[in-house]
């Protein structure tokens, strides 16, 4: 099992720290419902967590399936910000990737089984469920087709012969925990919308910075991967500097107007001034204040 550490993959330091009780109850599975970039895309969603006011990246360790690595989050025994309400009392394992629309590469079963194996000496030796499985959640995550392989994943976890398990705590026992019945279904758009708000979010930001990430559709594209990965490797680039927006004043926007530049009615005048209701709305009462 490839496992990077915090510092080998980059991690920015933590701003907080709570650290929980070992071995822990539970562990769930996640997907971060966005495209596998390896490393790039650990990186990315500890900057996200961060920009939204988390202590650290959310999650306790990370998957990448296209690179087979590992990457520890916030590590054992320390609280994340993964499973709503269950943060104190478990781990979590997020697979990156979407799998409400990518399908499961078979390494993955082999590979999330050799960590739930390893896993054994920090609690459950098996996943709990899926984020979706967790009381209270409203999400899809870890998508249909990661979570359709839970149990094949739980069955395929062994302790790997010749382990002595010397450092090892008994695996927890997993309490039951409750699934409201007829629940109802899962909200993929919520997920989807966020994801896409982010990736928007990241692309305005690569395009202020210079670094053309194609069209800002929310959409993670080879460009703007291209242009995520030129804005990594240069994190001392100046941004570009953006131009001074060529605004005209309301009190210019005023005398063309009683100049009678922007021609008669006010939908015509707002249209040839090209701005906002709010911004006609300033523009009129200033008019209206010089007569
Ligand atoms: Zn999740």
Known sequence: ????????????????????????????????????????????????HL???????????????????????????????????????????????????????????????????????YGPAQFTGGHRDAPGASTSCPGKNLYRLLPSINRHSVTPEGDTGQDKVPPAKVPPIKVPP?????????EEAEVKELVTGIQEALKTAGFDPGAVDGYWGPKTQ????????????????????????????????????HGQGHANRRRSLGITKYGYAKVRAEVNRRF
């Not at 242009?227 to 005209?248: C, D, Q, T």
Request: charged fraction near 20%; include cysteine.
């Open 1 to 48: 099992m490839k496992l990077l550490t915090r510092e080998q993959w980059g991690a920015l330091p933590a701003t907080g720290r709570s650290t929980i009780q070992l071995p822990v109850e539970r562990l769930w599975l996640h997907h971060t419902a966005s495209a596998d970039h390896g490393v790039l895309s650990v990186r990315s969603a500890q900057r996200y």
């Open 51 to 121: 920009s939204r006011g988390w202590n650290d990246i959310g999650y306790s360790w990370l998957y990448s399936p296209a690179t087979r690595t590992f990457y520890e989050g916030r590590g054992a025994g320390v609280a994340g910000a993964h499973t709503g309400g269950d943060n104190f009392r478990s781990h979590a394992l997020c697979v990156i990737g979407n799998y409400d629309l990518s399908t499961v590469p078979a390494h993955v079963i082999d590979d999330l089984a050799e960590f739930l194996a390893w896993h054994a000496r």
């Open 182 to 190: 007829a629940k109802p279904a899962p909200d993929t758009t919520t």
């Open 226 to 261: 291209a242009a995520f990965a030129r804005a990594l490797a240069k994190p001392a680039a100046k941004p570009a500097a953006k131009p001074a927006p060529s605004v005209k004043s309301v009190s210019e926007m005023a005398d063309e107007v009683i100049a009678g530049k």
